[in-house]
């Protein structure tokens, strides 16, 4: 007997083909023919978000050109380590199904930074490093660190300058940014937020979160009454514990209590009784910064046709902290 081949055939016969190579050979030809994958881009955000006005939690919002779940990858250094995930939304109230992703995250400590990675899909469309993205908590009373935060109004008109102040608070890395109304010119559209505010603040605040108040440019697309259905109010996540929730709302950072109002057809009973509350329960000791118009003890950052003002609270006894403006008026720095 013939002895069999290096490969076990006998001679003379075929060989019979190995089973799946043939299949193996047609999947690949058509992986090959087949276009590649469509890659997921952020279209909108990331926005650093609070809500729930606490400082155990964050929320990270953003948008993507396909539809999709939505993974934030977070921990207090760039390794990360801790992971949340939220099934594609079944409805957006700005774009269209599934291109919304809202996460939020929670147990959090205050006052720390945490890095975070975003995927879509699986699809990592925001990565991070070194150098961020990052977000910094919300911190606790009795943090004894300063305070820094940025206060801008009739921002969002997509200007050169606009650019420019963007810039300088991007280098300044402010632990929160609040805004006095009248945010995306002319008529607080989607379409001007998205133009002539976002685009110019995509770098900031995909680190800083972001407080904003209704100006009565953000509702002339709606009007006054029909607020709910503002492009302002349907894109954030303002927090939510007024009785109108994200017209108005208040939040604590460190020592500080920030009060934000709605001056549009100002004063309602329903808005003033809110905040004569918020006002007689907060814990905070204040002082008025000076430069405010207004006579308060907590903070106020309001939009009305005589301008924009606000106030910063201090807590301990007499005297007040030494506040001053920089020499352009945009940034407050007291100690």
């Known amino acids: 007997m013939t002895p069999p081949t290096p490969d076990g055939a006998q001679p003379g016969r075929r060989r019979a083909r190995a089973p799946g190579r043939l299949t193996g050979l047609v999947l690949l030809a058509a992986a090959l023919a087949a276009p590649p994958a469509r890659a997921l881009t952020v279209t909108r955000g990331p926005l650093i978000q609070n809500p729930d006005a606490l400082t155990s939690?964050?929320?990270?919002?953003?948008?993507?050109?396909?539809?999709?779940d939505s993974t934030v990858e977070y921990g207090p250094?760039?390794?990360?380590?801790?992971?949340?995930?939220?099934?594609?939304?079944?409805?957006c109230e700005v774009g269209s199904v599934g291109t919304c992703h809202i996460v939020p995250l929670s147990g959090l400590f205050p006052g720390t930074r945490y890095y975070y990675?975003?995927?879509?899909?699986?699809?990592?469309?925001?990565?991070?490093?070194?150098?961020?993205?990052?977000?910094?908590?919300?911190?606790?009373?009795?943090?004894?660190?300063?305070?820094?935060?940025?206060?801008?109004g009739d921002w969002g008109g997509g200007t050169t300058e606009e650019q420019q102040v963007a810039n300088l608070q991007d280098a300044a890395d402010p632990q929160i940014a609040v805004t006095v109304g009248d945010n995306a010119y002319e008529f607080g559209t989607q379409t001007e937020?998205?133009?002539?505010?976002?685009?110019?603040?995509?770098?900031?605040?995909?680190r800083i979160p972001f407080f904003p108040a209704l100006g009565n440019h953000d509702l002339y697309a709606v009007g006054n009454s029909s607020w709910a259905n503002s492009a302002e109010i349907k894109t954030f996540l303002e927090p939510r514990n007024g009785t109108q929730p994200e017209r108005f709302?208040?939040?604590?950072?460190?020592?500080?209590?920030?009060?934000?109002?709605?001056?549009?057809?100002?004063c309602d009973a329903?808005?003033?009784?809110?905040?004569?509350?918020?006002?007689?329960?907060?814990?905070?000791?204040?002082?008025?910064?000076?430069?405010?118009?207004i006579p308060v003890t907590a903070t106020f950052v309001l939009d009305s046709p005589a301008g924009q003002c606000g106030a910063a609270t201090f807590?301990?006894?007499?005297?007040?902290?030494s506040c001053r403006f920089n020499a352009t008026g945009s940034t407050l720095s007291c100690k």
């Open 77 to 91: 250094t760039p390794a990360l380590g801790f992971t949340a995930t939220v099934p594609q939304a079944g409805s």
């Open 270 to 293: 329903t808005q003033r009784s809110w905040l004569e509350t918020d006002l007689a329960t907060t814990t905070r000791k204040s002082y008025p910064v000076p430069r405010s118009n």
């Open 57 to 68: 939690t964050m929320t990270i919002e953003w948008w993507t050109d396909a539809a999709g």
């Open 315 to 321: 807590p301990g006894s007499p005297p007040a902290p």
């Open 117 to 152: 990675r975003l995927r879509t899909n699986g699809v990592v469309v925001q990565d991070t490093g070194p150098s961020g993205p990052s977000f910094t908590t919300l911190r606790q009373p009795l943090d004894p660190t300063d305070l820094f935060f940025t206060v801008m």
């Open 193 to 206: 937020w998205d133009s002539n505010a976002l685009p110019y603040y995509r770098n900031p605040f995909r």
């Open 249 to 266: 709302y208040s939040f604590d950072h460190g020592d500080a209590h920030f009060t934000v109002l709605d001056s549009n057809s100002c």
